[in-house]
């Protein structure tokens, strides 16, 4: 089990978000989405965003500017995610299942709430959408 954070959040914390992109990028007909790779471009820098194809645990990663993404590959806006583009990157937290894996990620925008989360499941990325109840 590898630590999926090995930067300090506090280095894109408040930064606003420009755009944010997916590899792989797929949309069922109920608006559910999942992606391999997920990069938030941020003023300065992106947080990239993949899944450890092996252990499914989350790896997070921050550069200081997009040339570290990969654009080999082909990536795509991820719609379901653009109202936050303009926002800045709030808290994070990691969230371990029961096993002890760190398979899940998840993040706020202009605030403490956590709004987006990013679960590894089967190689990929499923992006969900939070809602307090």
């Given amino acids: 089990m590898s630590e999926p954070l090995n930067f300090d959040w506090e280095s894109v914390h408040g930064q606003r978000v420009t755009a944010i992109e997916g590899t792989n990028l797929q949309v069922d007909h109920v608006a559910r989405s999942k992606c391999d790779e997920l990069a938030l471009h941020l003023e300065q820098g992106v947080v990239h965003v993949s899944v450890n194809i092996d252990t499914d645990e989350v790896i997070v990663r ?72």
């Fill in 62 to 133: 921050a550069y200081p500017d997009a040339s570290a993404v990969d654009r080999s590959l082909e990536w795509k806006n991820v719609d379901t995610l653009k109202e936050y583009v303009g926002y800045e990157l709030g808290w994070c937290w990691i969230a371990r299942n029961y096993l002890g894996y760190a398979d899940t990620f998840m993040l706020s925008f202009a605030g403490i709430e956590p709004e987006v989360t990013l679960v590894g499941m089967a190689s990929s990325l499923y992006i969900y959408r939070l809602t307090r109840i």
